[in-house]
T-cell receptor, first 108, second 115 residues
């Protein structure tokens, strides 16, 4: 079954702006991960946040997790054209379940 | 190579034929997953192998789908009597331990088209 639901489905921004994507999930989790997928390629792991953490940073990425609301957000700061891709959240409750993804377009 | 390798990268087959998709995980990775991704959609879990344990086949959509993993390494996903709705990208991923802190490493997928 599919756990995560990303929002929005599609996002288009200008280079240099920040991009925020949200993910909601259904059940208890051990951790939540974000992945990126370029067109025609497999997914690449970006960042993992454990269920006992509320926020994590990695470079231009910032992830927040609210387990009470069963939601997470991914913020990409100072976006670049190369950030254009689809972004998926994945929850781990013993299995990895992926959401439907947010398609991000960064316009140069 | 250092990454997950899948073959073929593209497969076109006629409805009713059988197909085999291959996945070579990263050496030493004990966990292996198969997912299916339809055009513009998310990933649908198919099957999960962890070490020598019995695989979790709960995501296989029908008995036409089967998978095996020989010697704890290479995996083959077989689709029998293919249907047009089987057309999708089939993604394989492996992880070091299958534990909660081991991220998935994906191959580039096999794009299956059933005509």
């Amino acid at each position: 079954s599919q756990q995560g639901e990303e929002d929005p489905q599609a996002l288009s921004i200008q280079e240099g702006e920040n991009a925020t994507m949200n993910c909601s999930y259904k059940t208890s989790i051990n951790n939540l991960q974000w992945y990126r997928q370029n067109s025609g390629r497999g997914l690449v792991h970006l960042i993992l946040i454990r269920s006992n953490k509320r926020e994590k940073h990695s470079g231009r990425l910032r992830v927040t997790l609210d387990t009470s609301k069963k939601s997470s957000s991914l913020l990409i700061t100072a976006s670049r054209a190369a950030d254009t891709a689809s972004y998926f959240c994945a929850t781990d409750d013993g299995q990895f379940y992926f959401g439907t993804g947010t398609s991000l377009t960064v316009i140069p | 190579g250092a990454g997950v390798s899948q073959s073929p990268s593209n497969k076109v087959t006629e409805k009713g034929k059988d197909v085999e998709l291959r996945c070579d995980p990263i050496s030493g990775h004990t966990a292996l997953y198969w997912y299916r991704q339809s055009l513009g959609q998310g990933l649908e879990f198919l099957i999960y192998f962890q070490g020598n344990s019995a695989p979790d086949k709960s995501g296989l959509p029908s008995d036409r789908f089967s998978a095996e993993r020989t010697g704890g390494s290479v995996s083959t996903l077989t689709i029998q009597r293919t249907q047009q709705e089987d057309s999708a990208v089939y993604l394989c991923a492996s992880s070091l331990t299958g534990s909660e802190v081991s991220p998935l490493h994906f191959g580039n997928g096999t794009r299956l088209t059933v005509t």
